[in-house]
């Protein structure tokens, strides 16, 4: 099984629609994180969490909003869905203690989503 | 300007031909500077890290940190169809608002 696991894979809405990407992890790191990937834009960062009390803003967090249930669980939720949320999104976990606090993310597969 | 501006690509080359990637930083502040490969259709994983101006190798693949300059490359030797990816860089300054970020990636492609 996946370390960092993300549901749906892949999910087509209408424009308007609530939509929640939950992502589970079980690599027992405190940090997790919602980035969005687009072609030519890289990975920006929408939200993150550095513990279940905890939550962040990232560059783009506008339309978004997330849950942190449990320090295995991060949602992120589209209250109402657009056509410009067209992406890729992806949950990843850090550790920020241990003896080689670089700041490696461990990532999900992502969760392609089609707003129409 | 962004923190982190990444060469585009996409980039096509022979299979045994030498890969440069390349990017370059505005913050001198950031300590560790990375390499993530992507495949489609799955998420990044970390491919090597660097901390300190110079080069670092791993079988083919080399990075390299010239901070004076902010500027960090990677390099592919004998590149191979399983080369084939997306390649971001990143960097990060630990602490406990440390972010990672990341370049806008490269997509390489190997053809044999």
């Known amino acids: 099984d996946a370390d960092v696991t993300q549901t749906p894979r892949n999910r087509i809405t209408k424009t308007g629609k609530r939509i929640m990407l939950e992502c589970s992890q079980t690599?027992?790191?405190?940090?997790m994180y919602w980035y969005r990937q687009d072609p030519g834009l890289g990975l920006r960062l929408i939200y993150y969490?550095?513990?279940?009390?905890?939550?962040n803003k990232g560059e783009i967090s506008d339309g978004y909003s997330v849950s942190r249930q449990a320090q295995a669980k991060f949602s992120l939720s589209l209250e109402s869905a657009i056509p410009n949320q067209t992406a890729l999104y992806f949950c990843?976990?850090?550790?920020?203690?241990?003896?080689?606090?670089?700041?490696?993310?461990?990532f999900g597969e992502g969760s392609r989503l089609t707003v129409l | 300007q962004k923190e982190v501006e990444q060469d585009p690509g996409p980039l096509s080359v022979p299979e045994g031909a030498i890969v440069s990637l390349n990017c370059t930083y505005s913050n001198s502040a950031f300590q560790y500077f990375m390499w993530y490969r992507q495949y489609s259709r799955k998420g990044p994983e970390l491919l090597m890290y660097?901390?300190?101006?110079g080069n670092k190798e791993d079988g083919r693949f080399t990075a390299q940190v010239d901070k004076s300059s902010k500027y960090i490359s990677l390099f592919i030797r004998d590149s191979q169809p399983s080369d084939s990816a997306t390649y971001l860089c990143a960097i990060y300054r630990a602490g406990n608002t440390g972010k990672l970020i990341f370049g806008q990636g490269t997509t390489l492609q190997v053809k044999p």
């Open positions: 990843a976990t850090s550790d920020a203690a241990g003896t080689r606090n670089t700041g490696e993310l461990f």
């Open positions: 660097t901390y300190s101006s």
């Open positions: 969490s550095f513990d279940v009390k905890d939550i």
């Open positions: 690599k027992g790191h405190d940090r």
